[in-house]
T-cell receptor, first 110, second 112 residues
Framework: GQNIDQPTEMTATEGAIVQINCTYQ??????LFWYQQHAGEAPTFLSY????GLEEKGRFSSFLSRSKGYSYLLLKELQMKDSASYLC???????????FGAGTRLAVHP | EAQVTQNPRYLITVTGKKLTVTCSQN?????MSWYRQDPGLGLRQIYY???????DKGDVPEGYKVSRKEKRNFPLILESPSPNQTSLYFC???????????FGPGTRLLVL
């Protein structure tokens, strides 16, 4: 994805914790999104970070460091249903263009 | 139920045969957008619309047209499809704050 980098694939064990990293170009930054996408389905919204720090939503948390152009998605107590692609995205040039990373495919094994 | 719908869900066509993919949302959202998703490239924005009669190009607009005559509908038009437009297409809409985009179920297009 344009100006957004995230690992292509990750594997983890059921019940464990996994961190998916995302780096982006900091110019014109207006917020960072994380989406989950199961194979063959539409992306679904997970989080939107504008300010630095960690935001927690149940088993999922998202962290942002604006100065470093860095974000991560933390998934705790992994379940098999968490096997999916996780997409990092940011606004580009205002609030109308959304740029996505290529996505990280997470495989959760028993 | 709040939702974004797309039709058709699957389409096989031939090069040069004009086609339209419809998109409709029932959330009274002003902002709507079209994306295509290809392996290894992620989602790329084709066109977006900030309101009725207001549209603009995204990152990959070549070969596509859109229109926004009504708030709820945002059709994607391929005047002369080519094989490189074979892809998975998603329509999305969001509230003015654009904090959350709601995606349609996707349209899988194959151009022969």
């Amino acid at each position: 994805g344009q100006n957004i980098d995230q690992p292509t694939e990750m594997t983890a064990t059921e019940g464990a914790i996994v961190q998916i990293n995302c780096t982006y170009q900091t110019s014109g930054f207006n917020g960072l999104f994380w989406y989950q996408q199961h194979a063959g389905e539409a992306p679904t919204f997970l989080s939107y970070n504008v300010l630095d720090g960690l935001e927690e939503k149940g088993r999922f948390s998202s962290f942002l460091s604006r100065s470093k152009g860095y974000s991560y998605l933390l998934l705790k107590e992994l379940q098999m249903k968490d096997s999916a692609s996780y997409l990092c995205a940011r606004f580009s040039g205002g609030y109308n263009k959304l740029i996505f990373g290529a996505g990280t495919r997470l495989a959760v094994h028993p | 139920e709040a939702q974004v719908t797309q039709n058709p869900r699957y389409l096989i066509t031939v090069t040069g045969k004009k086609l339209t993919v419809t998109c409709s949302q029932n959330m009274n959202h002003e902002y709507m957008s079209w994306y295509r998703q290809d392996p290894g490239l992620g989602l790329r924005q084709i066109y977006y619309s900030m309101n009725v009669e207001v549209t603009d190009k995204g990152d990959v607009p070549e070969g596509y047209k859109v229109s926004r005559k009504e708030k709820r509908n945002f059709p994607l038009i391929l005047e002369s499809p080519s094989p490189n437009q074979t892809s998975l297409y998603f329509c999305a809409s969001s509230s003015p704050q654009k904090e959350t985009q709601y995606f349609g179920p996707g349209t899988r297009l194959l151009v022969l």
